[in-house]
């Protein structure tokens, strides 16, 4: 008899001796609770290394952490949200000490919900951003017989950790979905480029999968020069003063809006390559995720712009929006 573990046909992981390492570290602090100290002597290293090990468990998914209660403060935010601004749905999550810890923690609450909300035979449409990267530690990996998720807008010919597109496709690759890539840049050269490439029939036909989506979740940008969209170079920081200029508080899938929800009369407008805001308003259940003091503003009019019906966001920028 042949032994499966000697098979051509098994499936064997390559060895990986640090990736080991952080499993056992791991089993060993989240499972059998022993402390760092007890887990250093017992592997034979530092508590430094062990400390290490434990955050590249927690950063490269092999440990996903799920809290599943809030406290009675985010409960009652939640409720006056819901109420105020006219949503369906609104989770709110404690603020981090740190502001820039903000994508953290939110897209932490955007993977658990998304684990309950998505379902066999829906497609998703998703955005892209710090915090929508940030879900996919905590994004609980399903296995569908029919399943797509759709991304909403171009990408980046060159990208350091967030490239709109590979959050589509990372996110694809957890549910073991198929996944429509917006295969373009987010920013072409002009308006008669951008409109040359939605005659194209595969970005058409992504645009009509855009459309018929089930479900659309969207992160938000302000527009200062320390946003996501100005930090990795879709747009070089210089633009910012000039679409403040004309109006604009924020920005979602790279299309700038006022305080209103409105486009905001710019050149860049003319040259995103995205799916349109009046096609996203068509996809039934629209959630957005962000948080942090700066972005009270952005989100306000983003939700007017979208009319989405679920917020995600933390308790800081939840009060902000309910002292508007």
């Known amino acids: 008899m042949t032994d499966p573990a000697t098979s051509e046909d098994a499936t064997v992981p390559e060895h990986n001796p640090g990736a080991d390492l952080a499993v056992r570290a791991a089993w060993l602090y989240y499972i059998e609770g022993l402390t760092q100290e007890a887990i250093a002597r017992a592997m034979g290293l530092s508590r ?22 809030r406290g009675s ?25 740190d502001e820039d810890a903000v994508p953290v923690v939110v897209g932490h609450a955007v993977g658990a919900w998304l684990s309950d909300e998505v379902r066999d035979g829906m497609a998703l ?3 892209w951003g710090a915090t929508l990267s940030m879900c996919l530690k905590s994004l609980a990996p399903r296995t569908f017989g029919h399943f797509a ?3 909403l807008m171009g990408g980046m010919t060159h990208s350091r950790a967030i490239n709109p597109s590979a959050v589509a496709r990372r996110v694809a690759d957890a549910l073991s979905a198929d996944c429509y890539q917006l295969t373009a840049p987010a920013f072409v050269a ?6 040359a490439l939605w005659a194209e029939p595969a970005l058409h036909d992504l645009l009509e999968r855009a459309r018929r989506a089930d479900l ?10 320390e946003s996501t969209l100005f930090r990795e170079g879709l747009l070089p920081r ?20 006022d305080v209103d929800g409105r486009i905001v009369d710019h050149p860049v407008s ?55």
Not at 48 to 69: F, P
Not at 216 to 225: P, Q, T, W, Y
């Open 48 to 69: 430094a290394k062990v400390i290490r090990l434990l955050a590249a468990a927690r950063d490269g998914g092999i440990v996903r952490i799920g809290i599943e209660a």
């Open 190 to 195: 002009s308006e008669a480029t951008r409109d």
């Open 149 to 151: 998720v759709i991304s």
């Open 270 to 324: 003319r040259r995103v390559v995205a799916i349109p805001l009046e096609d996203l308003a068509r996809v039934p259940r629209i959630a957005i995720a962000a948080g942090g003091r700066r972005k009270v503003r952005a989100i306000r009019a983003v939700l007017k712009a979208t009319s989405a019906s679920v917020l995600i966001t933390d308790e800081i920028a939840a009060e902000g929006l309910l002292a508007g």
């Open 238 to 257: 210089s633009q910012a003063a000039s679409l403040e200029a004309a109006g604009a508080v924020g920005e979602v899938l790279c299309q700038f809006i």
């Open 73 to 97: 403060a985010q409960l009652a935010l939640e409720r006056r949200l819901v109420d105020k601004l006219g949503l369906d749905a609104a989770i709110v999550v404690p603020s981090p000490i």
């Open 125 to 127: 449409g998703i955005g």
């Open 216 to 225: 659309a979740i969207v992160s938000v940008g302000d527009v200062s020069e």
